[in-house]
């Protein structure tokens, strides 16, 4: 037993190393790494992971796991205070310096806040200096960061939240609750009614599209092949601007052949008959087009997925649009066949999502 135990902890430190060489390879960049390399981290996460709730009481992990929702909210109010921007310009700076440039009139409150983000690897004290630094975490934080999660950390928390908090009513009683906690309105409806709100969603999608940019753009391997590429819903790379609905056919431009285009994470905001509907339209609008192609960028779920991610982003579609949902692959085909295409194959990147290729029928 004890040489299995030495063997673990020098396996494990091995694991820690290499994960945070990784780590600091990826930590300002899109390219998030070589396949092999993304497979290692992942995996060498998931080991740590498991080692630690092996070494840790099921009492003392449920209640970690119960302090998730005060650790999103330490995440919040670092972004919202803006200490990320400020260490950014003026750092580093003591806790009294930077509440002066933050107007934190009680110096201890934000002593607290630091601290426990510290926990969680977001900053750095130094304690002989008594100064705070950046971490490779809480660059992140900073909403000018080419891989900034700050605007999707508020959109979580300010569009989100309220209806979060009702997820045993949406599951038990499949009550609608982002309708219920925002006075009957859809998420499409708050959005069209407060322009903020809007502007919000829009930032958050963009740092969502920045995390896969890159593996979208390297890992798909026939880009080539196409004359044009049209990003159906996307927010980058678009050279042209074209308005329309996914519902309506004449809002579609107009393909020609040897078209690629981009269907990327629209689908999984939408039930499955309104996701058919989407895609029967874009079927109508091909025409007897023959050489085109769409791609599909969604996630794609397994039973026992190593990503768990994906779990909490299906839990987070039902919250927010009720019958939306991430999907397994037999869901995917099943309304893939529906809407006149056939699937081609699927393309596993670097990133959440897959690629599903289609060609119409």
């Known amino acids: ?79 919202k205070a803006g200490i990320a921007e400020t260490l950014s310009l003026h750092g580093p700076l003591s806790v009294e310096g930077m509440a002066d440039l933050l107007n934190i009139s009680h110096v201890d409150n934000l002593q607290r806040l630091l601290r426990a983000a510290e926990s969680m690897g977001y900053f ?18 900073h909403p000018e960061h080419p891989l900034t999660v700050s605007h999707m950390i508020r959109h979580w928390k300010e569009d989100s939240q309220t ?12 009550k609608r609750v982002f309708e219920q906690a925002n006075g009957g309105q859809t998420f499409w409806e708050v959005l069209q009614a407060t322009p903020s709100q809007e502007i919000q969603f829009q930032a958050a999608m963009t740092n969502q599209d920045a995390l896969s940019t890159f593996a979208i753009t390297y890992d798909f391997p ?46 999984h905001d939408w039930s ?10 874009l079927r109508q609008r091909i025409g007897s087009l023959t050489h085109v192609t769409v791609l599909l960028s969604e996630v794609v779920v397994e039973a026992k997925d190593p990503l768990a991610v994906k779990f909490f982003l299906d839990l987070h579609m039902k919250i927010s649009f009720h019958h939306a949902k991430e999907r397994y692959l037999s869901q995917w085909k099943h309304i893939i ?21 289609l060609r119409p029928v």
């Open 124 to 141: 750095r004290e130094d304690l002989r200096s008594g100064s705070w630094h950046h971490s490779r975490l809480s660059e992140v934080l």
């Open 222 to 267: 026939h880009w080539s092949r196409f004359h044009r590429i049209i990003d159906y819903g996307g927010v980058f790379g678009r050279t042209t601007m074209i308005g329309g609905s996914f519902f309506e056919l004449e809002s579609l431009p107009v393909f020609r052949e040897h078209d690629g285009i981009l269907v990327r994470t629209v689908l």
């Open 163 to 174: 209806a979060w908090s009702m997820l045993y009513e949406a599951i038990v009683e499949d």
């Open 1 to 79: 037993m004890k040489r299995q135990a030495i063997i673990t902890v020098v396996g494990a430190a091995l694991v820690v190393f290499l994960a945070m060489e990784y780590q600091h390879l990826t930590a300002t960049s899109y390219d998030p790494g070589s396949f092999g390399l993304m497979a290692f981290n992942y995996g060498a996460a998931l080991i740590l992971r498991y080692l630690a709730d092996m070494l840790t009481k099921p009492s003392h992990k449920a209640l970690d796991d119960a302090m998730g929702g005060w650790r999103s909210e330490v995440q919040y109010a670092c972004v």
């Open 337 to 357: 066949e529906a809407s006149g295409f056939t699937l081609v194959n699927v393309h596993m990147i670097r990133a959440v999502s897959s690629i599903l290729e």
């Open 272 to 281: 499955d008959e309104e996701a058919i509907d989407i895609l029967r339209t």
